[in-house]
């Protein structure tokens, strides 16, 4: 009896061991607002899901192998909680996994680009919603969707760099399409209040789609300014964009507003391509750490032949036409 104890109490802790050195986390956000867009006289009223932070959910895990080694995978889905269906194919947010080390990490799978981890980093809204920055940037024809990407393999530099962090990708064509083909990496430099990065992304084979963006920001405390320089290219057709932005706390949450710029420096025609601009600002107020409520108000002005529209519901723009929005919503994580 007294060695069948003992037999139990070994084993028991080898369990406890084995459970110290990995664990799985299922995560995700629940977020959804009520939304009115407009454009050329016709109105929307509708249910949104992710009017300030993606809807979705997913699964996560790490295991220490040791030594300084790790071993990583991430499974994420996106949801549309007006409807409860997924946005997208099952897992298409993210499906990686990983090895990290003292050497940085070497991610496998179906992520983000550096392209749009960059643009993310300097966007109020990290890209999401009524206001979003990229409401305003083109693929130019060319089909790529330069945000996610299959096929990726990618590199990104350890975290003890003295500020300095970056990434390098290339994702494989496969022979299905030659602009699932792509290479990109960025570089930046980030100490206490004050970051600054740069980034690089192409796809394709002989007319390559390119994105190259600069951004930056200074925390101030008070305020938090920053800044997004990004130019698209496609052959013939170019297209240049800024954004300025601030954000700043208030009460029990966090104020901010964006403007951006987009031109179009093509020397061809493409149609809704042209001159435009965003007019975004919002309110955000924690309840708690995992809980916040928020608002959203975002307008478009085209010129040129530009039909640019809002992230949301708006009806279809014409041509120099205008698009405009507000939005109240909740926002859960777990």
Do not use: C
Not at 51 to 78: C, I, P, Q
Not at 80 to 105: H, I, K, P, Q
Not at 246 to 268: C, F, H, I, M
């Amino acid at each position: 009896m007294k060695k069948s104890l003992v037999a139990l109490a070994v084993l028991g802790s080898f369990a406890g061991v084995a459970a110290a050195q990995s664990s799985v986390t299922l995560f995700g956000v629940v977020d959804v607002a009520a939304r009115y867009t407009s454009a050329n006289d016709q109105h929307v009223y509708s249910l949104a899901s992710g009017g300030n932070t993606t809807s979705r959910f997913g699964v996560r895990g790490v295991e220490d192998l040791g030594g300084g080694l790790k071993a990583g995978f991430w499974l994420e889905s996106g949801i549309n909680v007006d409807t409860g269906t997924t946005d997208s194919a099952f897992w298409a947010r993210r499906s990686t996994v990983s090895l990290m080390g003292n050497f940085g990490e070497v991610r496998l799978g179906r992520f983000k680009s550096a392209a749009q981890l960059q643009i993310e980093d300097f966007d109020p809204v990290a890209t999401t919603g009524l206001g979003s920055v990229e409401n305003l940037y083109s693929a130019l024809g060319s089909g790529v969707n330069y945000k996610r990407f299959d096929n990726q393999a990618t590199y990104i530099l350890p975290e003890n760099l003295g500020g300095f962090y970056g990434s390098a990708e290339v994702a494989a064509g496969e022979g299905t399409n030659a602009m699932n083909k792509m290479v990109g990496g960025r570089l930046g430099f980030k100490a206490d209040a004050f970051n600054v990065s740069g980034s690089y992304f192409e796809a394709g084979v002989s007319t390559k789609f390119k994105l190259t963006t600069v951004g930056g920001s200074y925390d101030f405390g008070m305020v938090k300014p920053a800044f997004i320089y990004s130019t698209t290219e496609f052959g013939s057709l170019k297209q240049e964009l800024w954004t300025v932005s601030a954000t700043a706390p208030l009460g029990a949450g966090s104020l901010w507003a964006s403007y951006t710029d987009a031109k179009n420096k093509s020397s061809v025609a493409l149609k809704g391509l042209g001159d435009s601009y965003q007019v975004a600002a919002g309110y955000v107020y924690n309840l708690s750490k995992r809980t916040a409520l928020y608002t959203t108000v975002s307008y478009i002005d085209n010129g040129a032949g530009a039909t640019f529209n809002l992230n949301g519901n708006t009806p279809a723009v014409v041509a120099d036409g205008r698009s405009g929005g507000v939005d109240v919503g909740v926002r859960h994580s777990f």
